[in-house]
């Protein structure tokens, strides 16, 4: 018969309330995004709730396409006591790989309520999808 530590109840329970903060940090800096694609274009959507558009910086460099910002605080307190806030100001970054088959000239970025759209269009998406080749004859 194996018998228990009285110690051993306690260990995990020491650290409990630091198990959650990793990924906490790692949601910050790392915001929720989706990527899809079509025919014509790849897209990229990134929740960034309460972010301002001239706060985020969405750039191109040797085939990675960059989205960084920060979420700033502005509060003027006066009066209150808070017992604890669940908001998160910081700065942030992801970085997505693209394919070799886009047109880095012509991303665009649209912002509308805390989204954040890029559209990747593909090379050669606007050229012909199928044609019949004529057969010459000698």
Same mark, same amino acid.
Request: proline share 5%; hydrophobic share 35%.
């Given at each position: 018969?194996?018998?228990?530590?009285?110690?051993?109840?306690?260990?995990?329970?020491?650290?409990?309330?630091?198990?959650?903060?990793?990924?906490?940090?790692?949601?910050?800096?790392?915001?929720?995004?989706?990527?899809?694609?079509?025919?014509?274009?790849?897209?990229?959507?990134?929740?960034?709730? @309460?972010?301002?558009?001239?706060?985020?910086?969405?750039?191109?460099?040797?085939?990675?396409?960059?989205? /960084?910002? #920060?979420? +700033? !605080?502005?509060?003027?307190?006066?009066?209150?006591?808070?017992?604890?806030?669940?908001?998160?100001?910081?700065?942030?970054?992801?970085?997505?790989?693209?394919?070799?088959?886009?047109?880095?000239?012509?991303?665009?970025?649209?912002?509308?309520? @805390?989204?954040?759209?890029?559209?990747?269009?593909?090379?050669?998406?606007?050229?012909?999808?199928?044609? /019949?080749? #004529?057969? +010459? !004859?000698?």
């Amino acid at each position: 018969m194996v018998e228990k530590s009285h110690t051993a109840g306690w260990w995990p329970n020491l650290y409990e309330p630091l198990r959650g903060i990793g990924e906490k940090i790692a949601d910050w800096f790392a915001p929720r995004a989706d990527a899809a694609a079509t025919q014509e274009f790849y897209e990229i959507n990134m929740e960034l709730p @309460g972010v301002a558009a001239e706060n985020i910086d969405v750039s191109i460099s040797n085939g990675t396409l960059t989205i /960084k910002g #920060e979420k +700033r !605080s502005q509060r003027q307190e006066s009066g209150r006591t808070y017992f604890f806030t669940e908001r998160e100001y910081g700065a942030f970054q992801r970085s997505f790989r693209l394919p070799p088959d886009v047109e880095a000239s012509k991303i665009a970025a649209d912002f509308k309520d @805390g989204i954040l759209t890029v559209k990747v269009p593909k090379a050669g998406a606007h050229e012909e999808k199928a044609r /019949k080749i #004529e057969i +010459r !004859s000698a």
